[in-house]
């Protein structure tokens, strides 16, 4: 999944899967309103996010809950075709009329997907919009937080990432460490656990490489499942060093569903005539090569494959 020239529509249509609950509302808002709602029509309420994640809960009636989104979801909020929360309630009173509590939360329901629409349509076309512009105008601009991070991760996004990589060459600056991280079977992930799933086994290595990076370093998605690494003035072996602490962190990771793996290139930049860029396709190559060894590695494919039956 790149980040060339993306078509509005598929952007539209791919990116909901990226925001949460808190990237669409206003949560003391919708607390406030949760609130009256539960008090005029008597009853407990709980909103999770898209993984079962409590959020809002009103009222006691739902300690010790544990939600299932899969199997006894509650009422699905959807922006976009993609369910980002679930809603829960309890009714306290049974006198009360049970078709008018269904109305007004299924009522609620809908007017949090239509807001969550509106922020979203409204979000993304004006990401998109300062995108074009860019390649048009062909200028640099100071970006806000929300513009240079990727809105997954948190690490920088590919427009920004390369903007620093050309403003590192410019600078003259040697050595730089230049790391490319590949995800290893993040298809796998996605194929046999689903979308959210393989969006989490993307934040778990994300965080593993920020917090593996000094302060200095410079941490960038450059595609769907790969990142890139930069380490102005390196010391002899600091980049090799960073890799071999995430594939180790990785291989560590406890999870009962995901198993963690990557494969690393690292180069380094000595020549104050070549480009980062040019230095991180060698570090993609690089990758490749050390992928080669890691899913080979025996053990590999057990570790990858146990998640199978835990989901089963």
Request: some cysteine.
């Amino acid at each position: 999944m790149g980040y060339h020239a993306i078509p509005y529509d598929k952007r539209i249509k791919d990116n909901i899967r990226n925001y949460s609950l808190a990237n669409l509302f206003e949560m003391e808002m919708i607390r406030k309103h949760l609130t009256t709602l539960a008090e005029m029509l008597e009853i407990n309420i709980l909103l999770t996010d898209r993984h079962g994640e409590k959020e809002i809960a009103i009222g006691d009636g739902f300690l010790g809950f544990h939600p299932d989104v899969v199997n006894a979801p509650g009422r699905k909020i959807r922006v976009q075709e993609r369910t980002v929360g679930h809603l829960y309630i309890q009714v306290l009173n049974q006198n009360r009329d049970e078709k008018l509590i269904n109305d007004f939360v299924d009522g609620t329901v809908t007017l949090l997907a239509r807001l969550g629409t509106e922020v979203y349509f409204h979000r993304e076309s004006s990401i998109y919009v300062e995108e074009l512009e860019k390649q048009l105008e062909d200028k640099n601009h100071k970006s806000s937080q929300n513009e240079r991070e990727d809105i997954l991760t948190g690490v920088l996004n590919k427009i920004y990432f390369e903007e620093k990589m050309k403003a590192i060459d410019r600078s003259e600056v040697v050595p730089v460490g230049v790391v490319n991280v590949n995800i290893n079977d993040w298809k796998f992930a996605n194929d046999h656990f689903g979308d959210e799933e393989s969006d989490r086994l993307i934040r778990i290595v994300a965080d593993i490489l920020k917090e593996e990076a000094k302060p200095d370093y410079l941490t960038g998605r450059i595609d769907g499942d790969v990142f890139g690494v930069l380490i102005p003035m390196a010391e002899e072996g600091e980049a090799e060093s960073f890799a071999a602490r995430v594939q180790e962190r990785c291989l560590t990771y406890e999870d009962p569903i995901l198993a963690p793996s990557v494969a690393v290139g690292v180069v380094c930049k000595t020549n104050i005539e070549e480009t980062i860029e040019d230095r991180l396709s060698d570090a993609e190559y690089e990758m490749f090569n050390n992928k080669f060894e890691v899913k080979n590695a025996p053990g590999y494919r057990q570790r990858l494959e146990k998640g199978i039956s835990a989901k089963g």
